[in-house]
T-cell receptor
């Protein structure tokens, strides 16, 4: 099946620093999604990307849909303590996998005040 | 709207027991799905449904059954629980899967934490 490789696995940063994480795949994805999960909660959608090359922002978050349709990145600027959590990339593939959302393994973000 | 609700929040089973995890949504969403989340594995799709009466397998369907008799409900059944099914289970729903409508945002429930002894 389709797989997403997400990196880094974890990050420890100081408050105020910028953060970057990315996802890559060996196959093409038609939609890229970025989720954040707080402890004990379900994932919450942060940004959705629908076209190759698309760059979308949501407050301090910026994400891009790679031109090759096989990768995406998420940037967080000027991190704050409430950014702590697990960030997941996810995507819908093409053809028969159009209804199946594939998730990366997540990036655990820790922000030191 | 309550969104996506899941019950129970926590459950402990013995090997071989059966149980049903409940999921309901009040947003009239067509698409519903079940994921399991294990440490270091991200979320993996178990089963999904694109509408009432229609279900299909995801990435890790073995040991689980689903049915979709109504738009609102999508229960997940474990017929004979095994320790390998210890996990956190999330149900999700979205309006539909049409990229053209850009309405495939999936809303997740709060999860059910299942331990199988």
């Amino acid at each position: 099946g389709q797989q997403l490789n997400q990196s880094p696995q974890s990050m420890f940063i100081q408050e105020g620093e910028d953060v970057s994480m990315n996802c890559t795949s060996s196959s093409i994805f038609n939609t890229w999604l970025w989720y954040k999960q707080d402890p004990g909660e379900g994932p919450v959608l942060l940004i959705a990307l629908y076209k190759a090359g698309e760059l979308t922002s949501n407050g301090r978050l910026t994400a891009q849909f790679g031109i090759t349709r096989k990768d995406s990145f998420l940037n967080i600027s000027a991190s704050i303590p409430s950014d702590v959590g697990i960030y997941f990339c996810a995507g819908y593939g093409s053809g028969g996998s159009n209804y199946k959302l594939t998730f990366g393994k997540g990036t655990l973000l820790t922000v030191n005040p | 709207n309550a969104g996506v609700t899941q019950t129970p929040k926590f459950q402990v089973l013995k090997t071989g027991q059966s149980m049903t995890l409940q999921c309901a949504q009040d947003m009239n969403h067509e698409y519903m799905s079940w994921y399991r989340q294990d440490p270091g594995m991200g979320l993996r799709l178990i089963h999904y449904s694109v509408g009432a009466g229609i279900t299909d397998q995801g990435e890790v369907p073995n040991g689980y059954n689903v049915s979709r008799s109504t738009t609102e409900d999508f229960p997940l059944r474990l017929l004979s629980a095994a320790p390998s099914q210890t996990s956190v289970y999330f149900c999700a729903s979205s309006q539909d899967r049409s990229i053209a409508k850009r309405s495939d945002t999936q809303y997740f429930g709060p999860g059910t934490r299942l331990t199988v002894l």
